[in-house]
């Protein structure tokens, strides 16, 4: 049931908060507080379990009792396990004989149980590694947890042979009704995913924990007074695009998440910290409205659609970048704000790889830490599974001399780890926000940094119906308000690099023709400062084109070199139909950006943005290609297109999937882009200061003294009486 769920949630998270962080416990006081709905099964490794295994019945029968008191008879049952073990211990058929006895003699359902550790019987040694990994302790009969290979998951025909001869101990005549209570109970504890777990449901923080009554009312509100803030007195194009985009956000019911994201980016700047929007969220005037995202989708051409849809029933995605070295700061801000019942860092779960894989089999094996170290180095990052696979492949593995038939197990333990979690981590931004009800759909536990997390990863946690923001913290966002600060401190003069719009400055576009990007966010690299040389941006929007087309899709496919001959007027631009010029003008005709396919498709057929972006999803699989095709080509032919025009264009699109980028994704980028450029160009001894304290880019510090010194920065020696941890200007006679 959903109380059931609920209760399951929260006992495991209070398992984990009563307990030292990775060694959950769960007590009989806990299961009386978080038990409603919940079915308690009492194992041969519980108090009950272990009282009959040491032959003390009466301490067995209070126990029950004790059980008895805090959870309902109806609710308690007895699980038998059977692993076969000799004697009478834990997993013997003598002890589970013992239990099932037991459970009849005092009208507790018994059900049969195998306590599996693993899918197969020859996983056994995969999972003595685990154990032995998890305790930091060598393969040893004292260090594992299993004394035999028989908790792997069984046919039904396996466990009717381990419960005739758990039955023939208990004095039952046969099998039958153990094995008809152990279904009736499987029934009983089925969950349905959306009914119970509530799969496919949104929950987002409440109205009043935001200050509003009517959230949809107050969203309206707020957007009408960020267009006169933003646009003065905005024009009808501009008042229709926010209606449309406030009529899909209430049909959806979004109102309560764009009033979140924008409490949290309004109270990061309140904290005096640098944030910036990124990915697809760009392209919502709303978003811009709001204040949450710094790039005018207007002006620059960015759509909705790739954002939000109506045609598409899932939470929308936004980041927000920020400083770096405040990101646990607003974490903290965060969790203040909403509180604890409402918030949750997302986990990660680190799974093996290769090096990781060897390490812990080699330490498991007692091997000499040198030799484990020097073999884990020499395999690059690779899945555990190809670790034979590269021996016999790679030049450099065959040469070391790693074949040894002495280290044909230490490979094969090493493969079966592939992809098995080594450790829960916290995801480096993913924040959960939720209404008050977050406890009661997804367990947490506690970082090593001490914020509650998740047990689902970034993926589940969105399926659930939860608002996940990511809270990147980005080195370049540290580095120039270093530098503002710097700027401020040695000048007085407060500069916002928030009010930099429309990003005109002559002298900053000149700076990066000339390549002199080395420090710059995004046009730093070697091949960025030859494409910006030969690209020669004039305009924000050219910043957005040369981030777009600097990715390995375009570069493979030769887009750069068609663009730079049009732009540079060595060619004549090419579109692919009249009609698609108003679509394709801005990139000289050639295909760049995802909301360009999403407007040949619409131009062409006629359907909505909305539809074209679904059929752009579509066109990144094999199936989705064929689906698209036998859809769009006889609508494109119906509307009067020629099948040569029809054909050439379904190849654009076909091709496209493997390398097209989101424009809003790139606008967003380009915001700190230049951002960052314009403060190299007007304060770059702060600027350099800023990248040289918080390393954001690419380059040794070497390099970024030398850029220093190349345009006239004198670089001061060490003084240990005025030195400090970061860069700073320091005025010189």
Known sequence: SRAGWASLCRLVSAAHADADRGSPRVTRELVGRHGDDLVVV?????????????????????????????????????????????????????????????????????????????????????????????????????????????????????????AEEVCAIAGRPDAARLFGATRDLAIRCRLDPQADVGLGEIHLPEFDTLGVSDGFVELRRRCEAGLIARYGVPDDKTRARIDDELDVIGQMGFASYFLTVARVVGDIKGMGVRVAARGSGAGSLVNYALGISGVDPIRYDLIMERFLSPLRRALPDIDIDVESARRTDIYDMIFATFGAERVACVAMMDTYRVRHAIRDVGAAMSLPPGDIDAIAKSFPHIRARDARHALRDLPELRAANLNDSQLRVLFELVESLDGLPRHVALHPCGVLLSDATLLDRTPVERSFGDYPMSQFDKDDVEDIGLLKLDVLGIRMQSSMAHAVHEVERTTGERVDLDALAPFDDAGVYEMIGRAETLGCFQIESPGQRELVGKFGPSDFNDIVIDISLFRPGPVKSDMVNPFLRARNGWDAPRYLHPDLIPALAETRGVVVFHEQ?????????????????????????????????????????????????????????????????????????????????????????????????????????????????????????????????????????
């Open 42 to 162: 009492l194992g041969p490794d519980s108090d009950l379990g272990r009282a009959l295994d040491a032959r003390a019945d009466g301490r067995a029968e209070r126990l029950l009792g004790d059980w008895l008191d805090v959870v309902p008879r109806e609710r308690l049952a007895i699980g038998v396990t059977n692993q076969r073990v000799a004697g009478h211990g834990q997993g013997s058929a003598s002890l589970a004989g013992r239990m099932l006895a037991f459970a009849d003699a005092h009208r507790v359902t018994g059900v049969l149980t195998n306590a599996v550790r693993m899918a197969r019987r020859s996983d056994a040694p995969t999972a003595d590694i685990l154990d032995a990994a998890r305790r930091l302790v060598p393969l040893d009969a004292r260090n594992v947890d299993r004394r035999n290979a028989e908790g792997y998951l069984k046919s039904g025909k396996e466990m009717i042979g381990v």
């Open 597 to 733: 396919i999403i407007k040949i498709v619409a131009i062409m057929t006629g359907c909505s943005y909305a539809y074209g972006d679904e059929a752009r999803r579509a066109l990144g699989s094999e199936a989705g290609q064929e689906d698209v095709r036998r859809w769009f080509v006889p609508t494109a032919l119906g509307r009067g297109y020629d099948a040569a025009t029809v054909e050439v264009v379904w190849g654009v699109l076909k091709s496209f999937a493997s390398f097209g980028f989101c424009k809003a994704h790139a606008a967003a980028f380009a915001l700190p882009t230049y951002q960052s450029a314009w403060l190299k160009r007007y304060h770059p001894a702060a600027f350099l200061a800023g990248v040289l304290t918080h390393d954001p880019g690419m380059y040794p510090k070497r390099l970024i003294l030398e850029e220093a010194r190349r345009i006239g920065i004198p670089i001061l020696p060490l003084d240990v009486n005025r030195s400090d941890t970061a860069y700073v200007i320091e005025r010189v006679p």
